[in-house]
């Protein structure tokens, strides 16, 4: 039998925020078992910083210059002749994604036999002029999960924050175990307990987080926000004061707010 492969992917973390990487606030048991099993790389580096352009890296093995895509831009279609899960298909392996895609259009396979998609809180898709197709209230799996448990009017944006809102953070509203992140993790094992015995399995955890919002459950809070940090990196470029607009949750411009961030939301913006 050919051995089976997990792939776990986060968005946005930085490099040495684990435990097993020396630092110095960070607690990660769990990836840390994973790096001290296996092999951490400290000098690896994403075709492009970008979120799209290297989520197309991965899945098709190509360059931003081979497969076009050089910056952010949503609603453009993936259609690739090859792409990394469709040969693992063709392998001979029952291949499945669970999270995050960020493909177009959003319901595209791109090879595997099944996603259960969760992209987040992706703007386009809650726009209320949103196509039906891809409107999140009809492409997205996690929240119609959420409401049959908690009733048909919870939404994880009740919590007022939403895709980019990196200016503040807030404790998860709801119990720690129906968060997304552990969604994740439990639709992951239902995969591992539903699938193909006969067949070696290919299955991709595709984590939103620590992408923003910072909303992690209330016991992060309280284990992280009284710990002293390093003062989040500011860039020069940044204005030092707004311009009397206020501080809003998500921001089009690089405004700075010296608000006394503490504790987790500082340790994320490091």
């Given at each position: ?5 997990l792939m776990i ?10 435990s097993a ?19 951490r790389f400290t000098?690896a580096?994403?075709?492009t910083?970008t979120?799209i352009p290297?989520?197309a ?6 360059s931003?210059?081979l497969?076009?895509?050089v ?5 453009v279609s ?7 899960p469709e040969e ?6 029952h291949t499945q994604?669970?999270g995050?895609m ?9 090879g595997f ?10 703007h ?13 209230e ?7 999960w ?9 939404d994880?944006t ?5 895709c ?7 404790p ?6 129906y968060?997304?992140?552990?969604w ?12 193909d ?5 290919f299955?991709?955890m595709s ?7 910072f909303?992690?459950?209330q016991?992060?809070f ?7 940090i ?6 020069n ?5 707004d311009s009397g ?8 411009r690089g ?8 504790g987790?939301?500082r340790?994320i913006?490091?």
């Open positions: 039998m050919k051995p089976n492969i992917m986060v968005d946005q973390m930085r490099f040495d925020c684990l990487a020396q630092h110095p606030i960070v607690e990660t048991p769990n990836l840390d078992q994973l790096a001290y099993e296996g092999v000098n580096y994403s075709a910083p979120c290297a989520r890296a991965v899945l098709t093995g190509m931003q210059k497969h076009g895509r910056g952010y831009q949503d609603q993936w259609s690739y002749p090859h792409m990394l693992m298909s063709k392998a001979g392996y994604c669970v995050k960020h493909v177009y259009p959003s319901r595209n396979l791109c036999h099944n996603v259960v998609l969760h992209d987040g809180y992706l386009h898709s809650r726009f209320k002029n949103t196509s039906y197709q891809e409107s999140f009809q492409t997205d799996d996690y929240l119609p959420l409401r049959e448990r908690l009733g048909g009017h919870r994880l009740d919590i007022g924050l939403d980019n809102a990196s200016a503040m953070s807030r998860w509203h709801l119990p720690e175990e968060h997304p992140t552990n994740v993790v439990t639709q992951s094992i239902d995969f591992l307990r539903r699938r015995l006969g067949k070696p399995f299955l991709k984590f939103v987080r620590p992408h923003p919002p909303d992690p459950p016991s992060y309280d284990y992280y926000m009284n710990m002293e390093d003062e989040p990196v500011i860039g470029w940044a204005n030092s004061e607009e206020g501080l809003l949750p998500t921001s089009r405004t700075y707010q010296n608000n006394g961030l503490k987790l939301e340790l913006m490091h």
